[in-house]
């Protein structure tokens, strides 16, 4: 985290909205309360996790301060989701289905079998994953691990596994890894192909540099943030690829339902019928969830989300007793839990079909978001509160599913960039003083979004100008006190803070060694070619031949037109150079060493013009950890 700078006092304005927000929801309802703390078994005291150097990857005792009540700085309603999200340590679900929450963004999830236990969504770090078996074996004995479920490919459900197991034992069939049909590409891709910006992106909407704290981070509203430890992954040995499909691990008997194109791309849920248990992964949670999540990824598909969460009722509905997911709490009772599934279904088919519904009005997402409003039953249901996703920002995602980023009117069809744009404001308004002059009033007013809105504008234009960066940082922190969603809040804050002392970089990166590890050919090649700097290979034209010895295939990879493709098909002539390598050894080349030392030093054969190699990495511009976000 950066040094704390002292946070600015909270204006009236945002005191009335908390108030308001206090009359208006039902803060007399306990029930979550009892849910979150029941079947507790025991805590991890203290609990900061940490890493073989020592360094802290996950203190839960920071969020200590949430008790009472939220203090003006606080939305009531995201102090209360984030009460509930901190509360930590090991809990019964049912007889034989433990849960250790409380250790990292996600839950971890244990169910007993007739020799082991299986261990389901494995948190985002090896060391959080190693302390939750640790506090779940203090309590229900040393069993060993004789499965791992995978429910999609989001790194807080993998990146843990290796605190849980080995690859030796999942290599020796001691382990089966269970994950749905699609997990292992879409978890690399996610993470490798527009990696670098997701993570830069990731730092504001977990808040990783903010202090914890009623002005700083309070939680991200699915979880409190996410660990910053090793993040590994052991690729599936067993494909879910089709609804129904039952398996039996360790005596435990599972029914699959898949759900891609849901909160993931490749998605399943999980029944334990001798439990009448329903795992409902991330499909069903204690919020909207997002359709697109902020920091960047594929528009998710609620027309798809809605129709699984129906099939889900018909397939488990009449028998289940709880339902519970890798986030949050479960929900007890078949009654409560088909009511439950219910309103999270129609949640994303409300939001889906009324979009659409004004879309076809002519209605953009902007305005769409700012007119829908949730119908009474489910805006006061707390688990369809916007603390993850929200409803402005899911409903501008479904206008961008269905009709991209171009709103129809042609005044936005080719519009300046930001700089462009803030330097022509300045001087159509009379200099940056006088904006900042007429802001300063909103900013009085309440009128956060406008301010923010117009002295973005200067900073863009003069980003040294220090009243402008001033008025911006007071006006996103506003915003921050003021916001129900967690991910907003964080947003706001970090920027207020890179406003304020500087840039925080990307404090945790996905794209790790074994993530990396598990891309395809084809998808390494891809990696390479995304970072090849178009301009500066514009007169480069070579070929390179990879020969993968250990599953008799060749690839031709050809740079020419400022761009890099490759083709498996038989070619013909020589290419300028030829590496021949093991399939195990290939991901060498995705890690800059393309010096023919550093490839022969892997295992890596070369034949042919080797100086070619140098001509590759020579075009290369990898991601910018650093890049800039609220300056230019």
Request: proline share 5%.
């Amino acid at each position: 985290m950066t040094d704390h700078i002292e946070s600015k006092p909270v204006t009236q304005t945002i005191v009335e909205h908390q108030k308001n927000v206090l009359r208006t929801l039902p803060f007399d309802d306990v029930q979550d309360f009892d849910d979150a703390t029941r079947g507790l078994i025991g805590k991890r005291l203290p609990n900061a996790i940490k890493a073989a150097d020592g360094t802290v990857v996950w203190d839960n005792d920071t969020y200590d301060f949430l008790t009472g009540d939220a203090p003006d700085s606080v939305n009531p309603s995201l102090w209360r989701q984030s009460r509930l999200v901190a509360e930590q340590g090991l809990y019964e679900v049912v007889e034989g289905i433990y849960q250790v929450r409380g250790f990292d963004l996600a839950n971890m999830t244990l169910i007993e079998g007739d020799t082991g236990v299986l261990v389901l969504d494995p948190l985002v770090t090896e060391e959080t994953a190693a302390a939750a078996l640790q506090l779940y074996r203090e309590h229900r004995g040393d069993r060993p691990v004789t499965g791992v479920l995978y429910t999609h490919p989001h790194v807080d459900h993998f990146g843990g596994v290796k605190g849980v197991t080995t690859q030796e034992d999942v290599d020796a069939g001691r382990v089966p890894v269970i994950a749905p049909e699609g997990f292992t590409e879409h978890a690399a891709s996610e993470n490798v192909y527009a990696g670098t910006a997701m993570a830069r992106r990731s730092a504001y909407m977990f808040g990783a540099a903010l202090p914890r704290g009623p002005h700083g981070a309070v939680g991200a509203g699915l979880g409190q943030t996410v660990s910053t430890g090793n993040i590994t992954l052991i690729a599936p040995t067993l494909d879910i690829t089709t609804t129904g499909q039952t398996e039996t691990v360790d005596g435990v008997r599972m029914v699959f339902q898949m759900a891609p194109e849901t909160e993931a791309p490749a998605e399943f849920l999980v029944y334990f019928p001798d439990h009448k248990a329903l795992c409902a992964a991330e499909d069903a949670t204690h919020t909207l969830h997002n359709l697109l999540t902020l920091r960047g990824a594929l528009v998710r598909n609620p027309h798809a989300w809605t129709h699984y969460l129906t099939e889900t009722i018909d397939l488990f509905g009449d028998d289940l007793e709880v339902v519970f997911a890798s986030h949050h709490w479960p929900t007890w009772g078949r009654e409560r839990a088909v009511s439950y599934i219910s309103e999270q279904r129609d949640l994303y088919a409300y939001l889906h079909d009324q979009t659409l519904r004004l879309i076809n009005k002519g209605y953009t997402g902007i305005e769409i978001a700012e007119e829908l409003t949730l119908p009474p039953a489910l805006d006061r249901a707390w688990h369809a509160r916007g603390y993850y996703g929200s409803v402005s920002h899911d409903i501008k995602a479904i206008y961008q599913r269905y009709m991209g980023w171009f709103d129809g009117n042609p005044a936005h069809l080719w519009q300046h960039p930001p700089v462009e744009q803030g330097k022509r404001y300045v001087e159509l308004v009379g200099g940056a003083d006088v904006i900042i002059e007429k802001a300063r009033k909103s900013f009085d007013e309440g009128d956060f979004r406008w301010v923010a809105e117009i002295i973005s504008h200067v900073v863009f234009a003069e980003p040294d100008n220090t009243s402008a960066r001033e008025l911006l940082a007071d006006t996103l922190e506003q915003l921050g006190y003021g916001a129900e969603n967690g991910i907003w809040r964080n947003f706001f804050l970090s920027g207020t803070t890179e406003l304020r002392s500087g840039k925080f970089g990307t404090p945790t990166v996905s794209a790790s060694a074994d993530v990396i590890a598990q891309l395809t050919p084809e998808m390494l090649f891809d990696a390479i070619a995304i970072q090849i700097d178009g301009p500066r290979a514009w007169d480069e034209k070579f070929s390179i031949d990879i020969v993968i010895t250990d599953a008799d295939t060749r690839y031709r990879i050809r740079v020419q037109n400022g761009a890099l493709s490759y083709s498996a098909a038989a070619q013909s002539g020589e290419a300028d150079v030829t590496l021949s390598t093991t399939r195990r050894a290939l991901p060498t080349i995705a890690t800059g060493a393309l010096t023919a030392e550093a490839l022969s030093a892997a295992g890596i054969e070369l034949t042919g013009d080797t100086s070619v190699l140098g001509r590759l990495a020579a075009l290369l511009d990898p991601g910018d950890k650093d890049f800039s976000i609220v300056t230019p």
